[in-house]
Nanobody
């Protein structure tokens, strides 16, 4: 089983940038599809971005396309999310997730393991 630990969250102002990271341990995750999701208070968990095992293919929610960039380093077992031009509506707990089997890229139900989350707060 893979354990995930997120880091890098914090409080920033609108327009700022922030990078959140996810470190994996337990076994190599180089064959796994990895994603970032977020959940704001009172809302469902929503898809943010995903990356293929090789890192060659990336996917983004429309709300973050052009502002966020997902990347991975399989040698270091890490997945990062670079967030630029942050908006107050980006405020949420951000979760890293992974799956070793096929499924829908944007569905939280199709990811088999999760981190504990890291809080990102964007003030206006």
């Amino acid at each position: 089983q893979v354990q995930l630990v997120e880091s890098g969250g914090g409080l920033v102002q609108a327009g700022d940038s922030l990078r959140v990271s996810c470190a994996a341990s337990g076994r190599t995750f180089s064959s796994d599809f990895m994603g970032w999701f977020r959940q704001a208070p009172g809302k469902d968990r929503e898809f943010v971005a995903a990356i293929s095992p090789s890192g060659l293919k990336t996917y983004y929610a429309d709300s973050v396309k052009g502002r966020f960039t997902i990347s991975r380093d399989n040698a270091k077992n890490t997945v990062d999310l670079q967030m630029n031009s942050l908006k107050p509506e980006d405020t949420a707990v951000y979760y890293c997730a992974g799956r070793s089997r096929g499924g829908r890229i944007s569905s939280p139900d199709d990811y088999g393991y999760w981190g504990q989350g890291t809080q990102v707060t964007v003030s206006s």
